[in-house]
């Protein structure tokens, strides 16, 4: 089976994902379901409904029924699979549930979502408690928003929806960051992420903190660290962005970015260049052809906070893109 948990998570608060609606929040909020965090616990902590829970735990139903949250998406793409995580839920997980999904346009009411006609992509199954509890889809269609249905009560801590992001290109503007998850971009391969996975690096915002970047362990032999990203189309650059920001004693030496296109030979973009600790860089480059894919090398390893690939795309691609899937239904 397809390892679709390293693919982003659609629905993290991190890409402006965000619970808009849920019928019942008795003992803890929905909206723990898309925290980028992982779950945590504190045992024997109490407040005035009882055990606090980081998830979403609905009251003990006395009548038929289930209980719904619905999600909508931070960035709207194909859903290759779904995470139903019931960490620390362990006498009151739900015993079933089930996924439904929905691609709307502009921003409906939680009314207008409710009567809407939405399509299963995850039906009604069995759930372990204290697990993450995988289930991959296999649709090709763009969606905006699911629904988690958990049969009938209980908690849930977060709902990961994993895939790939198909953004709408009239709302992007001519120049625009390529590596952005939000935007489409991807990472493709990385030699190592032993502190932080390669992806937090394509994140919108600022980092956090040195924990929201990618970070290698320490490089003992010869050689340095990369990371391949594809970008959201093929794409004349012209400014690159190495953020080195929270990392201060483990900032890389330097790093370069190289391009491909079509699978071609890779081609300087920016050549090695010494960079700063807890530092912003920007870089303008003039590359001779463009890319759809980039590799970026830090030397010789140590941690990037943020990467930013900014030009003007192909927008015959990115429209091509976004209708391939928006008609696939």
């Given at each position: 089976m397809e390892d679709f948990s390293t693919k982003p998570d659609l629905a993290s608060r991190a890409l402006g994902g965000g619970v808009v609606f849920a019928n019942d929040e008795f003992f803890a909020a929905a909206d723990h379901l898309v925290m980028p965090e992982p779950p945590t616990y504190s045992p024997r902590t109490f407040d005035h409904?009882?055990?606090?829970?980081?998830?979403?735990?609905?009251?003990?139903?006395?009548?038929l029924g289930q209980d719904v949250a619905i999600v909508r998406l931070g960035a709207p793409g194909v859903i290759h699979g779904i995470?139903?995580?019931?960490?620390?839920?362990?006498?009151?997980?739900?015993?079933?549930?089930?996924?439904?999904?929905?691609?709307?346009?502009?921003y409906p009411t939680p009314a207008a979502l409710q009567a809407a006609t939405w399509v299963p992509i995850v039906p009604k199954s069995p759930l372990?408690?204290?697990?993450?509890?995988?289930?991959?889809?296999?649709?090709?269609?763009?969606?905006?928003?699911?629904?988690l249905t958990i049969h009938p009560d209980g908690g849930v801590a977060r709902l990961r929806v994993h895939g790939d992001?198909?953004?709408?290109?009239?709302?992007l503007p001519e120049v625009f960051d390529v590596a952005a998850l939000a935007n489409g971009g991807h990472v493709t391969g990385c030699s190592n992420m032993f502190y932080g996975r390669p992806h937090n690096m394509l994140n919108p915002g600022l980092a956090r903190h040195m924990g929201d970047g990618w970070e290698?362990?320490?490089?003992?032999?010869?050689?340095?660290?990369?990371?391949?990203?594809?970008?959201?189309?093929?794409?004349?650059?012209?400014?690159?962005?190495?953020?080195?920001?929270?990392?201060?004693?483990?900032?890389p030496g330097s790093a370069s970015l190289r391009g491909s296109l079509a699978g071609g030979?890779?081609?300087?973009?920016?050549?090695?260049?010494?960079l700063t600790p807890d530092t912003p860089h920007r870089f303008p480059v003039r590359p001779a052809d463009p890319a759809d894919r980039v590799r970026l090398d830090i030397i010789p390893d140590g941690g990037m906070a943020?990467?930013?690939?900014?030009?003007?795309?192909?927008?015959?691609?990115?429209?091509e893109n976004f209708r391939r899937h928006v008609e696939a239904g």
């Open positions: 409904k009882g055990q606090v829970y980081d998830g979403w735990e609905t009251r003990r139903r006395r009548s995470d139903v995580d019931t960490a620390f839920f362990t006498g009151n997980y739900p015993p079933h549930a089930s996924v439904d999904a929905l691609a709307v346009d502009g372990d408690g204290d697990t993450r509890n995988l289930f991959p889809v296999h649709d090709n269609r763009r969606f905006t928003h699911v629904r992001v198909v953004p709408d290109p009239t709302l290698t362990a320490r490089r003992r032999v010869d050689g340095n660290e990369w990371a391949e990203i594809t970008l959201a189309a093929p794409t004349q650059v012209e400014f690159v962005d190495l953020d080195t920001t929270h990392f201060k004693g483990n900032a030979e890779w081609f300087d973009i920016l050549p090695a260049a010494p943020r990467l930013r690939v900014i030009g003007r795309p192909d927008r015959k691609i990115l429209e």
